[in-house]
């Protein structure tokens, strides 16, 4: 869940970072934001991070206005600052000895202090590790559309109904009435006109151009516009992932830094989880980590057969199989069931011959009603 999440953050923001921390005696993964995170980069190397600072969410408390910031860096020093970044308090202190509770205690086999962040880039960093103008184009941008959408308001309101006009040496409004469309108006004088100004304002223009300039924005950070656009009868797999082409080259593009992330994120869970509780050590057999490929609806049958044939093939696993049908149990649990209920249909089979031939009449019917269905849809259309 963290990992689709982060996916989408740092398409959208350039940068993020999941941050592995331990909470009520659980691992915890949190994610961290370009607005509330300073990167302090290497003189040598910018590529590296020497240290990384954010700010903590506020207490919710009725005026209480304290700020304070988390302080790590890459020698082994964590640190509470306050709004002026001073240290408020210290947590881990790269001069404290092994046996010291301010011992610094994420550290790799060598024994060098390993920073318990795992840093997400839109794109691979060539000459700085942090973007520090992550989201200012975006910001940009919405400015431009609420210009545009302000013009179309405005545009809304002069065309929606006719602005009278008079032309007149003495003009009056009978009994003081006031200005508005519907006044009955007076003018004298030669050359004396009263009349209706239509304004010819294509609006449909205008709003077309406001969708092609956020299209043009999100589609650049790996958003599809379909997620709100589409209809039910848009809803196919091949529809979708013709319209979404070139959402989904970067996506393809992105996949290999997710697997090095993916590495990343087990080895430095590992380092966390064995720091705070080394009597039960994390190992590569029980735990793993992995970022879910996109996936776009199908026809249902087209879908059961395609899974039944990856089952056949040992693609997917018994459990696996049943856990796409019913989500909310594990892969044994699912495998245990499906054992049973083949089991219990071999029974059934058993104490009535003709059980097959009830449920083929049953599906027939149900795939004839379907189709007879789908026919009357296509001749109202």
Known sequence: RKLKKINRYTNLLNESLLKIGVRNGEIVYDIL???????IQNEIDPTQADSIIYMLTRSNTVGDDQIFYYYWDITGNHYILDKNFR???VIYDSAAAAGDPAFYPYRDKEGRPVLPFVVFHREEPEDSFWDQDSGRDLVNATIMVGIKMTLFDYYFKVASFKQPYIIGDEISVPSKQILDPLTVFQAKGEGAQIGLLDMQINLNQLKDALIFQINSIIN?????????????????????KIRNRALLEIRQEQIPYYRDYEREIFEKTKIVNNAHFPDKPIKAEDFSIDFGE???PEDPEKELRLDSK???MGLISLGQFYKKYNPDVD??????????????????REEHPSLDEMLNYILKGTRERTASEEEGKEEEE
Request: charged fraction near 30%; aromatic fraction near 6%.
């Open 33 to 39: 934001t370009p607005n509330i995170v300073t990167v």
């Open 87 to 89: 240290i408020n308090s």
């Open 220 to 240: 650049n950070y790996g958003i599809s516009a379909d997620q709100w656009s589409l209809s039910i009868s848009e809803v196919s797999g091949r529809a979708l």
């Open 294 to 296: 996109i996936e776009f």
């Open 310 to 312: 990856r089952l056949k």
């Open 331 to 348: 892969e044994r649990e699912g495998e245990k069931r499906i054992i049973e209920n083949l089991e219990k249909l071999g029974k059934l």
